[in-house]
T-cell receptor
Framework: AQTVTQSQPEMSVQEAETVTLSCTYD???????LFWYKQPPSRQMILVIR??????QNATENRFSVNFQKAAKSFSLKISDSQLGDAAMYFC???????????????FGQGTILTVHP | ETGVTQTPRHLVMGMTNKKSLKCEQH?????MYWYKQSAKKPLELMFV???????ENNSVPSRFSPECPNSSHLFLHLHTLQPEDSALYLC??????????????FGPGTRLTVL
């Protein structure tokens, strides 16, 4: 079974600065997808960025980028030019690319609470 | 707004009550999910439905009973719950065609308190 670990329960950053959230995972599969989700205090979970394991290029979405290290099974999220609206709980998630009954299942990490200081 | 709605947003119920949570998605997806989010714990996947068929039940107690009448609607029927069932219940949906790379889309959740 896959597991996802976020070792930082809480992180803080100054507005306009850069912060990196860590995520590691364990899997025996070679094809899978990784995601970062953001859950603001309003509780609506929002997809921030995704990475396909077969792509070596790191995904980027505006101020959000990932550092995907497949061999190390590491998937960190970098937030540049942090804004007050970035304050939220961030979840790393894994999804197998295989079909069958496991199709669609996301395995989440424990989450990291990000605080942004003005 | 992600196209997934949940009602009610807040629910307080006694242990002997019967209530239902509703989820509706307007995204044309064919897979729907129920998650439980408790404080200081990872999200727990409860049920998965693909094309209205339940494909996963993660050892959820029978006091939680899901229902998926069509691909757009998902219910979670609750009866004789325990205080430890108090949590945020999240619904999500995803496409099945090319869906793996697109992830899941979540509703705002129902905050459930069991007295």
């Amino acid at each position: 079974a896959q597991t996802v670990t976020q070792s930082q329960p809480e992180m803080s950053v100054q507005e306009a600065e850069t912060v990196t959230l860590s995520c590691t995972y364990d899997t025996s599969e070679s094809d899978y997808y990784l995601f970062w989700y953001k859950q603001p205090p309003s509780r609506q979970m929002i997809l921030v960025i995704r990475q396909e394991a077969y792509k070596q290029q790191n995904a980027t979405e505006n101020r959000f980028s990932v550092n995907f290290q497949k061999a190390a099974k590491s998937f960190s999220l970098k937030i540049s030019d942090s804004q007050l609206g970035d304050a939220a709980m961030y979840f790393c998630a894994y999804r197998s690319a295989a079909g069958g009954t496991s199709y669609g299942k996301l395995t989440f990490g424990q989450g990291t609470i990000l605080t942004v200081h003005p | 707004e992600t196209g997934v709605t949940q009602t009610p947003r807040h629910l307080v119920m006694g242990m002997t009550n019967k209530k239902s949570l509703k989820c509706e998605q307007h995204l044309g997806h064919n897979a729907m999910y129920w998650y439980k989010q408790s404080a200081k714990k990872p999200l727990e996947l409860m049920f998965v439905y693909n094309f209205k068929e339940q494909t996963e039940n993660n050892s959820v107690p029978s006091r939680f009973s899901p229902e998926c009448p069509n691909s757009s609607h998902l219910f979670l029927h609750l009866h004789t719950l325990q205080p430890e069932d108090s949590a945020l219940y999240l619904c999500a949906s995803s496409p099945t065609s090319g869906g793996a790379r697109k992830g899941q889309f979540f509703g705002p959740g129902t905050r459930l308190t069991v007295l």
